[in-house]
């Protein structure tokens, strides 16, 4: 029985049986995240952190789209600025709303739902979560670098989930992974069909409560400690060189990018 239901702006947010579930709801623009659909993810998770009628939060896309990454639309409006004010305006939309510590520090389990389609800023909510469920037809990767940009938290993050070679070589080439390789490498924990995915996310469910909470808060304070602290900065530095602009250009203009020598 759903105790609770309701529609943010870009995700939908329920309560059933103390599971908090996060869905995003902008399946017209393939769950391209937004810095205001980041930012629910993020206020969901504290929400979710903070309930006493809430043991584990389940964060899911939609039916074959988890998430495409960052919403590109949102930063190719800002092309036409200023270089100052381009770097400010790009840092601005990274630094508050980004739920990824946040769902680091989150006191329950967080599981990751993914149907589909899971890229950029999608494979960094899998990897900050403590469970990651996949269905067959679901692929991974880290595109980033094909438009110019560079992201710290997949830098961060996938080597701790994969292994610094793994994550350097999904980084470096922009290639995707299917389910069963993201499995193999160690990013998937389980990989199932399309129609088992609710059943998978239930079973996990019913074996994390097999633990004490205060327990489960303790294993993931202590583990993610080594996690080191993530900045924007490079995010910011990257987009705002000539490279930076001239892959968000070649996106808009749906041509291939023409990458200068570094400080040309």
């Known amino acids: 029985m759903v105790e609770s239901r309701e529609t943010w702006h870009q995700s939908t947010h329920s309560i059933e049986d103390g599971v908090y579930r996060i869905a995003f709801n902008r399946p017209e623009q393939m769950n391209a995240l937004t810095p205001t659909l980041y930012g629910e993810v993020k206020r969901g998770v504290q929400r979710a952190g903070a309930r006493t009628d809430v043991d ?22 800002l092309l036409d600025l200023p270089d100052d004010d381009f770097a400010e305006a790009f840092g601005k939309a990274y630094d508050e709303p980004l739920p990824f510590r946040t769902i680091l520090e989150c006191p329950k389990p967080v599981v990751a739902a993914v149907d589909g389609i899971c890229l950029a800023g999608g494979l960094i909510i899998a990897s900050a979560s403590d469970v990651v469920l996949a269905t067959t037809g679901s692929t991974f990767g880290v595109p980033e670098g094909r438009v110019g940009l560079a992201d710290p938290y997949c830098a961060t993050l996938l080597p701790l989930a994969l292994g610094i070679s793994r994550a350097r070589y999904l980084m470096l080439t922009g290639r995707n992974i299917d389910a069963v390789t993201a499995e193999r490498w160690g ?62 250009a070649a996106f808009k203009e749906k041509r291939a990018p023409s990458w200068r020598p570094p400080g040309k």
């Open 56 to 77: 584990t939060v389940v964060i899911a896309g939609s039916t074959g789209i988890f998430a495409a990454g960052g919403d590109l639309k949102f930063f190719l409006s």
């Open 187 to 248: 990013l998937v924990h389980q990989v199932v069909g399309a129609d088992e995915l609710d059943g998978a996310v239930e079973q996990v469910v019913r074996d994390l409560r097999r633990a004490a909470p205060e327990a489960k808060t303790a294993y993931k304070l202590v583990a993610n400690s080594h996690v080191p602290y993530m900045s924007s900065e490079i995010i910011r530095s990257v987009a705002s060189t000539a490279n930076g602009r001239e892959g968000l």
